[in-house]
C-alpha cells in the first residue's frame, strides 16, 4: 500500500501538483512506518520523497528532519559512502542552498559527489548533475576558479 500511495504520489508531482502529492507522500510514511518501523531502508525512502516535496512547497523547516532522519537511516543501514545516501545528500545540499548556508550546502554537495565518483568512476555521464549541483554553490562562496573547472568537466562530458 504504501508502494502504491509513493507511486501516485510520483505521478502527482510529474503532472505539477505537488500540494496533492504531499497528502499522498504523508500517508505513504505513516504506512510505511506502521509495517516496518522507523529504522527501515524503505521509511528512509518515503521520508526523503516527502523531505524534498516539503523542500519544493517552500517549508523548509518541516524538510530538515525528515532529511536528516533519512540520511541517518541510509547511512546505518548500507554505510556511509553508499550512492543511496549520496540521493539525500543532494536533497540536503539543495535545503541548505535554500537556507542561505552555501558552506553547509558545499560540504554536502562535496560529499554526495565523492561519493557517486567512488561508485561510478571519475567518467561517468551521470556525475555531470552532481557537477551541475555544485557550480551555484561554488559562485556563491566566491570559488569561481573551482567552478570554472566543473563547467569545463560538464562541457568535456556533453
Not at 524534498?52 to 525528515?66: H, I, N, Q, Y
Not at 545528500?89 to 558545499?106: H, I, S, T, V
Not at 561519493?115 to 555531470?128: M, Q, S
Amino acid at each position: 500500500m504504501a508502494r502504491a500511495l509513493s507511486n501516485l504520489a510520483i505521478a502527482i508531482v510529474r503532472q505539477g501538483r505537488l500540494a496533492d502529492a504531499r497528502p499522498l507522500f504523508e500517508r505513504a510514511l505513516d504506512v510505511q512506518i506502521r509495517n516496518d518501523g522507523p529504522d527501515h531502508p524503505a521509511v528512509a525512502q518515503a521520508e526523503n520523497n516527502l523531505g524534498r516535496l516539503t523542500m519544493e512547497l517552500g517549508d523548509l523547516d518541516a524538510a530538515k528532519p525528515l532529511l536528516d532522519r533519512a540520511l541517518a537511516t541510509r547511512e546505518r543501514v548500507y554505510g556511509k559512502d553508499h550512492p543511496i545516501v549520496a540521493l539525500t545528500l543532494y536533497n540536503l545540499g539543495d535545503y541548505y542552498a535554500r537556507k542561505g548556508e552555501p558552506e553547509q550546502a558545499l560540504a554536502a554537495l562535496e560529499r554526495m559527489y565523492a561519493i557517486d565518483v567512488a561508485a561510478l568512476g571519475p567518467d561517468h555521464p551521470d556525475l555531470v548533475e552532481d557537477l551541475e549541483a555544485l557550480l551555484p554553490v561554488l559562485r556563491t562562496l566566491g570559488r569561481q576558479r573551482q567552478a570554472g573547472e566543473y563547467e569545463a568537466r560538464i562541457a568535456e562530458r556533453r
